[in-house]
């Protein structure tokens, strides 16, 4: 039974010393989305990146709409408001 054990406790080893290479290295480098940075949700990494003149809203709302979420109605009626918004800026 030792001939299990063994393997697997020199690759666990093999694999802790790895990452604790990599975090010590800086190797959680946040991505375009920010993952991998410790505590942050991803809507603290989107607030983040945001930009300001709306068009993460209008992304947003055209994603919602192609995923079936909403209504051809409810799209055109948010996508309005959204413009009005965007003029108002």
């Not at 799209?75 to 009005?84: D, M, N, P, Q």
Request: charged share 30%; no cysteine.
């Amino acid at each position: 039974m030792t001939w299990v054990w063994t393997p697997l406790l020199i690759t666990g080893t093999a694999l802790l010393a790895y990452t604790l290479a990599r975090v010590l290295a800086g190797g959680l480098v946040p991505g375009p989305s920010g993952a991998g940075v410790p505590g942050r949700s991803r809507r603290e990494r989107t607030e983040d990146t945001a930009p300001a003149d709306g068009s993460s809203a209008r992304r947003i709302l055209d994603e919602r709409y192609a995923s079936g979420e909403l209504s051809t109605e409810e799209y055109e009626e948010r996508r309005a408001v959204l413009a009005g918004r965007e003029e108002e800026s």
